[in-house]
Nanobody, 123 residues
């Protein structure tokens, strides 16, 4: 059974940093892409960043480029999202997910999802 478990969310002030973690288990992720999505109240789930599990190639949404960094540790089977200079508009539930194949920003392509972790940024 594949499981993705996020942690690291919380309440911070604008300008602060947080690091989200996502521990993956239940299968090998070679050939998969690992991603982060977020969903704010009343909005659709949106792509944040992704990284290819094997090669480690990252992609970012324009809204987080230069502030967020995605990485993965294949030994620990964990992916991370380092979020710096957080702003109130970053407030959302953050989900980690995994999709077979190469880069994709479409949530419909992701087959495994975590339960989400809340990130709240106050102004």
């Amino acid at each position: 059974q594949v499981q993705l478990v996020e942690s690291g969310g919380g309440l911070v002030q604008a300008g602060d940093s947080l690091r989200l973690s996502c521990v993956a288990s239940g299968r090998t992720f070679s050939g998969y892409v690992m991603g982060w999505f977020r969903q704010a109240p009343g909005k659709e789930r949106e792509f944040v960043a992704s990284i290819s599990w094997s090669a480690g190639v990252p992609y970012y949404a324009d809204s987080v480029k230069g502030r967020f960094t995605i990485s993965r540790d294949r030994v620990k089977n964990t992916q991370y999202l380092q979020m710096n200079n957080l702003a109130p508009e970053d407030t959302a539930v953050y989900y980690c997910a995994s999709a077979p194949g190469g880069f994709t920003s479409s949530p419909n392509r992701y087959v495994y999802w975590g339960q989400g972790t809340q990130v709240t940024v106050s102004s």
